[in-house]
């Protein structure tokens, strides 16, 4: 994943389980010379991510671990399905345990809900996005899952592309005059929100280059696809669900671009189990 620098996730979210103290429980308990075996497995039908991540936390508390990965990033999976099995030692897998279970259950619950939708719009020709309703720091890995999903990414920040929504509309003094100022500003890709048909002429006249159409019915989105008539692509947005997202791709929009994948995605019913 570029951009994403897993060594220091890892350690920074392990730091932040042990405290200054440490796995108090398992020193207490477990014997400093015991060993664990153990699978990993799903409860759920999911679309799995993150093994890797998961595999990450516990070879950083021991790194002579073995692990033996059954499935890859990507695979549907039927409930029951065993995802990996590892053998170490104890203490150290099971401080790495919850941390591990935590990163593969809400990437796969991201992935999981990506690919419903995903399914639910196949064979219309628009293609899913995701957005930046992402957790912070965690923005990289939750893209991750979308991708890993069947989803595209969108933006990655603010950097990548200009996006004028309403409120830049509203300071600059319209969409022509916002649009006029980030072409002036050098900016190759310019996204640009509509809420109405009448804005479109005047954000094409301008130089968008990506039209949103936001909160749009499918009656006025088959309006405002025609209307764009082909010159940019054109992204469906705001208030899409999985009952809702078939009649919007059919209206003919290039994208469709959901937030609660990775704002609402619930966690993916995933545990690890001591195995003799």
Do not use: C
């Not at 042990?18 to 075996?37: K, N, R, Y």
């Not at 720091?137 to 990414?153: D, H, I, M, S, W």
């Amino acid at each position: 994943m570029i951009g994403f620098d897993l060594d220091r996730f890892v350690r920074s979210t392990l730091a932040e389980d042990l405290g200054e103290t440490g796995d108090i429980t398992s020193d207490a308990v477990v014997p400093v010379d015991a060993a664990f075996s153990g699978v990993m497995d799903s409860r759920d039908a999911i679309t799995v991510a993150g093994l890797n991540i998961a595999e990450a936390f516990f070879r950083h508390l021991d790194p002579e671990v073995r692990i033996e990965r059954l499935v890859e990033d990507g695979a549907r999976l039927e409930p029951g399905t065993e995802l990996l099995r590892l053998h170490g030692r104890a203490r150290a897998l099971l401080t790495a345990e919850r941390s591990a279970l935590n990163t593969v259950q809400h990437l796969s619950g991201i992935a999981t809900l990506t690919r419903a939708h995903v399914d639910a719009i196949a064979g219309t020709g628009a293609t899913l996005l995701d957005t930046r309703k992402t957790i912070p720091g965690l923005r990289v890995l939750e893209k991750y899952a979308t991708r890993t999903g069947g989803a595209r990414n969108h933006r990655m920040g603010l950097w990548d592309a200009a996006m004028i929504k309403d409120n830049h509309v509203a300071v600059a003094g319209g969409v022509a005059e916002a649009v006029r100022r980030a072409r002036a500003a050098g900016i190759a890709d310019i996204i640009v929100e509509v809420d109405r048909i009448d804005q479109i002429a005047a954000a094409l006249d301008a130089g968008a280059t990506h039209l949103l159409l936001d909160n749009m019915a499918p009656a006025v989105l088959i309006e405002a696809v025609a209307a764009v008539d082909g010159r940019v692509p054109t992204e469906a947005s705001g208030g899409v669900t999985l009952a809702t997202i078939r009649a919007i791709a059919e209206t003919g929009v290039t994208f469709i671009s959901v937030g609660r994948l990775t704002q609402s995605a619930p966690a993916a019913d995933i545990g690890l189990d001591f195995t003799v």
